[in-house]
């Protein structure tokens, strides 16, 4: 019993100190950007004693860029967790298996063809749709074929037909300007992003998150296998049915507004499972705060490193997560066959 | 009969083609005026129909149908379309061809090698350039008189010499973009009489701004295009962004003018002049920089 309470402890722990940096990067997130304001002018901004452009610049810019990328991050990370707990493949994560991309190729074709009008939460019910059809696909395959390999494909081909379908969609849209978003939807960005974006994905991040942080106990359960999960009472379809839903909610929303950012959902879960005991469980809510914390930090290195051309959200998450794919690759070769 | 051997036939058949597309293609001394021109820029397609009568204008470019982008969309209308690609245009047999001189560039090469009368132009930033191109064209065209006659007829251009209290002004395109110093938009804000914000941010050319540079650029006035709510793009968007809306305080007020006005200069920049101007004035002398 002491050993579970001393679990327990462990897990806050690990959540306080997670909780706490995510204090100290958003605080910095906030006092980032082109403008130069000083942290003094910021927090006035923040608490409006300060009416003048700084306010503006940071509750109107800079606020809701920071609350996007913690709400995307932790979407991101939750669901690759979620995933990977599901599906029980390592290499499971919204991104790589194809759900960012039709949940971006959904929010294209409604976005550009101007079909939402003024009903602005169109394009992120096109993203859950989107994410919804890719994850019950791959759902119903890993269950018919439990081989890492055979989901991993799966996922290379919807997303190459999602990205081709995105671009040309994009080409074909009367904005002169469509086709040069390209990058920002197969890249994703926070740039210009307003509050208004966080009203319209607030609820279904919130909803999926709460979705999937519920199946923790089911998760843990399948962890020894669908026979031991059933003899648990765990029900698999339900289960199943959870993590899809909660899947579609999170990364749907999130992805509309931001465009597809890949390997949060691969990063986090694998760099965090040891501290939790390999425990897929506990290991949902630890991701959703660890996937807040990179996809802050790369929105902040992104508005650092600044530039002419702004430097895509996805290009950093890649730059880190391609390395460590190949290597889980590789590390987890005698699973492929 | 004999067949022919094939690549004696070959042979011969290319020098010929070659030899015919030469003779077709050379200035004869003292030949009359061009009768089939084509156009293959939509600057160019302006000059072209300000000057020259109809029926001896072949073809201009898609893009001046866009009502959106071209200021001579009218006139444009129920001429033969081109899109740029040298099939379209050598069934209609022009005999000069207009040429912008960074857009279509493989294109006017061809015509070029091919042996046609390729004619290229840059489009200019101001009127006085616009003025040059037109006496130019004329030149090639015979219609030296009525090019005389057009730029007799224009007004002078403004010579606004805004001072340190005039209004500032930022022209903004979608995505941020803004005209830098010297450019078309650039030239319209000073003969105005007003100050480009874009200079005293240190900008050299035309450049994207983030969307806090563009607040705190402090510009009195904000020049945005009509927007085209048929088509969204995440470019216009941003221009909808709610910092920018009119109805804070602390924003910038907006002027939205029609993107054909600052694609290719021509007499619409007069009027274009005086729209700004007009704008403008109500406003008071703004106060101490924030």
Excluded: K
Aim: proline share 7%; glycine share 10%.
């Amino acid at each position: 019993m002491s050993a579970v309470r001393g679990e327990r402890r462990a897990l806050l722990r690990l959540g306080v100190l997670l909780g706490a940096l995510l204090v100290v990067l958003a605080g910095a997130s906030l006092l980032v950007g082109p403008a130069p304001l000083q942290w003094l002018q910021v927090l006035g901004g923040l608490l409006d004693t300060d009416a003048g452009l700084a306010a503006l610049v940071v509750n109107e810019i800079r606020l809701p860029r920071t609350l996007l990328a913690l709400l995307v991050g932790a979407s991101l990370g939750l669901s690759g967790a979620a995933l990977q707990g599901l599906l029980r493949n390592p290499l499971a994560e919204p991104a790589i298996i194809g759900v960012s991309g039709t949940a971006a190729l959904g929010a294209v074709l409604v976005f550009y063809s101007g079909l939402a009008g003024d009903f602005r939460l169109a394009v992120p019910l096109a993203g859950m749709g989107g994410a919804l059809l890719a994850v019950t696909a791959l759902a119903a395959l890993a269950g018919r074929d439990s081989s890492v390999l055979t989901l991993v494909l799966a996922g290379v081909a919807i997303n190459s037909m999602s990205a081709a379908l995105t671009s040309l969609a994009l080409n074909l849209s009367p904005n002169p300007f469509a086709a040069y978003e390209v990058m920002t939807w197969l890249m994703g960005s926070l740039a210009d992003r307003s509050m208004q974006h966080v009203q319209i994905i607030v609820l279904p991040v919130v909803m999926g998150a709460w979705l999937l942080l519920g199946s923790a106990r089911g998760l843990d359960a399948l962890s020894i296998g669908e026979d031991g999960a059933r003899s648990l009472g765990v029900e698999l379809q339900r289960l199943q049915w959870r993590v899809v839903a909660g899947t579609a909610l999170c990364v749907g929303a999130a992805v509309s507004v931001t465009g597809v950012v890949g390997f949060v959902g691969l990063i986090v879960p694998h760099v965090l499972r040891p501290l939790v005991g390999h425990r897929p469980g506990a290991l949902l809510p630890v991701s959703a705060l660890g996937g807040a914390l990179l996809l802050l930090a790369a929105d902040i290195v992104v508005r650092l490193v600044g530039g002419q051309v702004e430097l895509r959200l996805g290009v950093l998450t890649a730059l880190l997560g391609s390395p460590f794919f190949l290597y889980l690759v590789l590390a987890t070769r005698r699973q492929m066959r | 009969m004999r067949r022919l051997p094939p690549w004696p036939t070959l042979l011969g058949a290319y020098l010929l083609g070659a030899l015919g597309a030469t003779v077709a293609g050379a200035d004869t001394p003292g030949a009359t005026a061009p009768q089939r021109i084509v156009s293959l820029n939509i600057c160019t397609d302006g000059l072209l129909l300000e000057l020259v009568e109809r029926r001896r204008i072949a073809s201009v470019t898609f893009l001046s149908l866009d009502p959106r982008y071209s200021p001579h969309h009218r006139r444009a209308a129920g001429l033969h379309i081109n899109h740029g690609h040298a099939e379209e245009l050598l069934p209609l047999r022009p005999d000069l061809v207009l040429a912008g001189s960074h857009a279509a560039t493989a294109t006017a090469a061809l015509l070029d090698r091919l042996g046609y009368r390729v004619l290229r132009f840059e489009p200019g930033e101001n009127l006085q350039a616009w003025l040059a191109n037109l006496r130019r064209l004329a030149a090639a065209t015979g219609d030296q008189a009525r090019a005389a006659a057009i730029a007799a007829s224009l007004p002078a251009w403004p010579e606004g010499a805004p001072d340190a209290t005039a209004p500032r002004v930022l022209a903004l395109e979608p995505g941020g973009w803004t005209a830098g110093p010297g450019s078309l938009t650039d030239h319209v804000i000073t003969a105005a009489g007003l100050r480009n914000a874009a200079r005293d941010l240190g900008l050299r050319q035309a450049s994207r701004l983030d969307l806090e540079q563009v607040l705190m650029a402090g510009a009195d006035l904000l020049i945005v295009p009509e927007d085209t709510p048929r088509s969204p793009s995440l470019a216009h968007h941003m221009l909808q962004h709610p910092a920018l809306a009119g109805d804070r305080p602390q924003a910038p007020r907006q002027l939205s003018l029609p993107a054909r006005l600052w694609t290719c200069p021509g007499t619409h920049l007069l009027a274009a002049v005086e729209q700004l101007r007009g704008a403008a004035t109500p406003y008071p002398a703004p106060g101490p920089p924030r």
